[in-house]
Nanobody, 122 residues
């Protein structure tokens, strides 16, 4: 069982940066691949980025590639999403999630945080 709590969301101007954090409870954090997803009003939840258990392999959606960076610190049970060059279309609730095998499919993630709001003004 893993419990996830996101933080770091807020209001930022276009072109700015934010770093989201996701704190995981439990002693088995390093046995889970982690992902970030987002959901804008009226839209389906979409994949943003994912990282494998060791932190060596990462995946990104085309819409954030080159602007966002996912990383993790297994010693601290934390996963991060560094977001640079933010655009108004990045506005959404951002969720972190955990799964046993690295994947971009939200249906295959077993554990979810409550989400943190990111709003990018133009």
């Amino acid at each position: 069982q893993v419990q996830l709590v996101e933080s770091g969301g807020g209001l930022v101007q276009a072109g700015g940066s934010l770093r989201l954090s996701c704190a995981a409870s439990g002693r088995t954090f390093s046995s889970y691949a982690m992902g970030w997803f987002r959901q804008a009003p009226g839209k389906e939840r979409e994949f943003v980025a994912a990282i494998n258990r060791s932190g060596v392999t990462t995946y990104y959606s085309d819409s954030v590639k080159g602007r966002f960076t996912i990383s993790r610190d297994n010693a601290k049970n934390l996963v991060y999403l560094q977001m640079n060059s933010l655009k108004p279309e990045d506005t959404a609730v951002y969720y972190c999630a955990g799964t046993k095998a690295l994947t971009t499919a939200p249906a295959l993630y077993n554990y979810w945080g409550q989400g943190t709001q990111v709003t990018v003004s133009s």
